[in-house]
């Protein structure tokens, strides 16, 4: 009973805070739609507890809500946008993003509906396990980790870069 109630709490702050992202009606300013994707990031890990997976809700809350939002606010606060310099909403990009989103869900309602997701499934073997998730990590996919490491990297020294001042 309580786990179903903290699911559909964290659920709706999940979806919410990550529509104030995008759609932010209290603020134009970018810093607030970055601490909106803080909460949508903490409400997420909360939903990896309920599921019982600690690791994940952990490296969700370290990785993506510490390192990663703090590289987001360091380049929104370098980048130190003027009032004038913001995009206006455009009403055709507004229309054509929402009929987007509707057919995105009208085909996954329908697909969930006609497939009957879950059926024939078999129990999971041990929940909270890393020592697998370790293995096809380091595994199978050392190469696209090793790429996305390099990719981080590239990112940071060009946000350094583009942080410098002349010195003339």
Request: hydrophobic share 60%; proline share 3%.
């Amino acid at each position: 009973m309580i786990h179903d109630i903290a699911f559909y709490i964290f659920a709706f702050l999940t979806l919410a805070c990550g529509a104030l992202v995008i759609a932010n009606p209290f603020s134009r300013n970018p810093v607030t739609s970055a601490m909106f994707l803080v909460l949508c990031i903490a409400s997420m890990a909360g939903l990896f507890v309920l599921l019982h997976a600690f690791f994940l809700a952990a490296v969700q809350v370290l990785v993506y809500a510490g390192a990663v939002m703090v590289l987001f606010l360091f380049v929104i606060m370098l980048l130190d946008l003027k009032e004038e310099e913001r995009r206006k909403l455009k009403v055709f990009g507004l229309a054509a993003g929402a009929i987007s989103v509707g057919a995105v869900a009208a085909i996954l309602m329908r697909l969930i509906w006609v497939g009957r997701p879950g059926n024939g499934l078999s129990a999971p073997i041990l929940e909270g396990e890393t020592r697998r998730l370790g293995h096809v990590l380091f595994e199978q996919y050392l190469l696209p980790f090793e790429i996305l490491s390099l990719l981080l990297l590239v990112a940071m020294v060009g946000a350094i870069l583009l942080s410098k001042k002349d010195l003339k």
